[in-house]
């Protein structure tokens, strides 16, 4: 006798609607949330999984959202969360209140002195944050970058290490057309002042989703250490932009030729070694097949 489904309790939902949530592709959580509100059909449930997935997923995505009052925008990330949902925006000095369910900025305030570093730690932020605006507006169009200093902002001069990182975000969204894009990359810039060394840690990670009469992702990631020379905050900036710049056009150019190499490749190795005709497919010479001229041939048509 088949056993009997057992209802799922509402923490096992609530579990269940998270993962759904934290696991949507870059700019679609508000279409699942709004399937997932539906099938639910419990608003308990489903604001406090939303309550729970929304942070997590705004600020592993790092969106960006628009302050009000003409202040820009803030990039939502955990370098620069502050306390509740309030996050820094190091260009204006600003903090802003954010509705982490909604994605928007509600409100937004000056920041402290306590919140800044010290004139001697943002000489050096504010230059490298000039250099990477540069880059990222010519390699991004549709990207934001931010500089936040992440240890050592109570430094006052010369002789101390501190740690600054350098996060871009960029998301090209295209639902009607039915596919979705971003790309995430994290710098962290270590300033060893002792050594005269900075040491740079990078995390890029690519994620793409196409879903017409179908369903294809990507999740592409990659690391990469450099160094380079500690100089004069202006030399300093314009040495690291250079060298993430390097890094992240490479990356970008395996990527392509990852793709060319598919049909030859992994396309090829998807395929079954011996197909249904028991015949081999001769992957040396693909040019020789047609499919439209294969079926003409078939129904004979255009005799």
Partial sequence: MAEEETELSDKQKKEIAKWFL???????IQYVAKDLKSVLNNDDVYDEAASE????YNKSHMICLEMPGRFGDVLVTSYGELQGNEYL????AQVAIVDHVKQVCTEVRPATD??????YVEEYRCALEAEMLKYVSEAYPK???SVYCINGKDVEGPGNDFELVAVISAARLSPQNFCTGSWRSIWNIECKDDIQVLELKGKLQVGAHYFEE????LDAKHECRDSTMFQSPDDGAIAIASLIRHHET??????????LNLP???FKDLRRKLPVTRTLFPWHSTSQFNLTREISKELGIGK
Avoid: H, I
Wanted: glycine share 8%.
């Fill in 22 to 28: 934290l696991n949507a592709p870059a700019g679609e």
């Fill in 53 to 56: 997935a929304f942070p997590v």
């Fill in 89 to 92: 925006d190091p260009k204006t």
């Fill in 114 to 119: 306590e919140e800044l570093p010290t004139p």
């Fill in 143 to 145: 990207g934001s970058c």
């Fill in 214 to 217: 179908g369903n294809v992702q």
């Fill in 250 to 259: 490479e990356y970008l150019a395996s990527l392509e030729a990852s793709y």
């Fill in 264 to 266: 030859d490749a992994t």
